[in-house]
């Protein structure tokens, strides 16, 4: 995988600058907000109702069809081993091509019987014993996507009686050979027949954004709605599909997700400045973050991305108040996210192909104090500041900073397992 050079992050000091962040550099408490009695919700209780973005891992982008219930089992197991399921992760999704192409005599799915010879709910049972969740897939349609098994138009109460019966948690609902019947319908009725089966599912639609599903998902029983098509492992379409939440935010909240679909991070198609780029706004969007890579073979550097315990928890603040644009400047912008215990965070994005300064103020942030304290997220560097944010930003990188008025709490303890050593620095 390739590795490009490191983000260099560091908080100007240059004087006169008005109500910006500069300031005098030192070193700020290690106490953090817990320290008084947390702020955030739990993450594995927040997530068993999406109260946050849910966070796990999925098949599709990495295996696409080629899956079996040994890759679900080793995955649950990498989960675990790597860490990831301390910082968050907790489903297992399995995607498209896991039954057979025709329903059994009784009229419901059938595993496939060659990858998956022991069925789901094994599969469940083997995920569950690890303390994760299982997840799986089919669409709002005739077949799925890749015509390979049934959809579940028409049969929607029995194949979700069949998932509970199985032990499934997390749906993912797509839109492939859906007959040109109407969105709401197809949407509402799978819907209506999670909530009679009585078992917590997650409901993920997966409508592409054809329809505007941000204004009814709700309303179809969804806790979760794709906003776009599919994304791809490159820059140009993760940053077309970045474009496409502009205006979004307001539509997103607890119980309810704008999703601009699943990470590419480790699947070797971008290098990881740009991974980090793709994970640190997707986090400040209130993503579901649902890793797409091979977990058992992943690199110390996908594995520090993804672990970014300080950028994970930009994703699963209790507020649920997604992050948006507040300035484009062509090749740079800024973005920015309210966090509930009354810091900011700040992402300052380089789309150009140089390097680049890029600044942003308090204002901008949506903060007014006297003083700051700004951690690098990325870096893990911590400073004092009282006037303007500054960060030389690597072609496709993104510096990402959480800022706390002088007022709040004394800022947390960096993860210091959470970036790569060396990655960056503050002044």
């Not at 299982?134 to 959809?151: K, Q, V």
């Not at 996908?302 to 994703?315: C, H, R, S, Y």
Request: aromatic share 8%; net charge negative; proline share 5%.
């Amino acid at each position: 995988m390739r590795r490009l050079g490191g983000l260099t992050a560091v908080v100007a000091l240059a004087a006169g600058v008005g109500t910006g962040l500069t300031g005098s550099a030192g070193a700020v408490g290690t106490a953090g907000p817990d320290a008084g009695g947390s702020t955030e919700a739990p993450v594995a209780v927040a997530q068993s109702t999406a109260q946050t973005p849910p966070m796990g891992w999925n098949s599709w982008n990495k295996f696409g069809c080629d899956i079996d219930e040994n890759l679900i089992r080793e995955t649950a197991d990498a989960l675990v081993s790597s860490g990831l399921e301390d910082a968050g992760y907790q489903y297992v999704n399995i995607d498209d091509c896991w039954a057979e192409q025709n329903r059994n005599a009784e009229g419901r799915f059938e595993p496939n019987h060659e990858r998956f010879p022991h069925g789901i709910k094994a599969l469940a049972d083997y995920v569950h014993g690890k303390g994760l969740k299982l997840g799986i897939y089919t669409s709002a349609g005739t077949m799925t996507c890749a015509n390979t098994m049934p959809g579940a138009l028409d049969h929607e109460d029995v194949d979700a009686q069949t998932f509970a019966d199985w032990g499934v948690d997390y749906l993912k609902y797509d839109n492939c050979n859906n007959q040109d019947r109407p969105a709401v319908e197809r949407y509402r009725k799978m819907g209506d027949a999670i909530k009679k089966t009585g078992r917590p599912m997650v409901y993920a639609l997966c409508e592409w954004g054809e329809n505007q599903p941000w204004l009814w998902g709700r309303d179809a029983g969804a806790q979760l709605w794709r906003t776009t098509g599919d994304i791809s492992d490159n820059w140009a379409s993760m940053t077309e599909i970045l474009d496409r939440q502009v205006g979004l935010e307001k539509y997103a909240g607890p119980d309810g997700w704008n999703d601009p679909d699943m990470l590419e991070v480790g699947n070797g198609g971008m290098s990881d400045t740009e991974y980090r780029a793709h994970f640190s706004l997707w986090a400040l969007l209130n993503a579901p973050l649902l890793a797409g890579n091979d977990l058992r073979s992943m690199p110390p550097e996908t594995t520090a991305i993804l672990e970014n315990k300080d950028i994970v928890a930009l994703d699963q603040d209790w507020a649920g108040v997604q992050g948006h644009r507040v300035r484009d400047d062509g090749d740079t912008e800024v973005w920015t996210k309210p966090m509930s215990d009354g810091s900011a965070a700040a992402v300052l994005f380089n789309r150009g192909n140089s390097a680049a300064t890029i600044t942003a103020t308090a204002a901008e942030l949506g903060l007014s104090s006297s003083g700051y304290r700004v951690r690098d997220l990325w870096s893990g560097a911590e400073t004092e500041t009282t006037g303007t944010l500054e960060a030389n930003v690597p072609s496709h990188g993104a510096a990402v900073f959480r800022v706390w008025p002088a007022t709040a709490p004394v800022a947390a303890a960096p993860a210091s397992s959470s970036y790569p050593a060396g990655h960056g620095n503050a002044r």
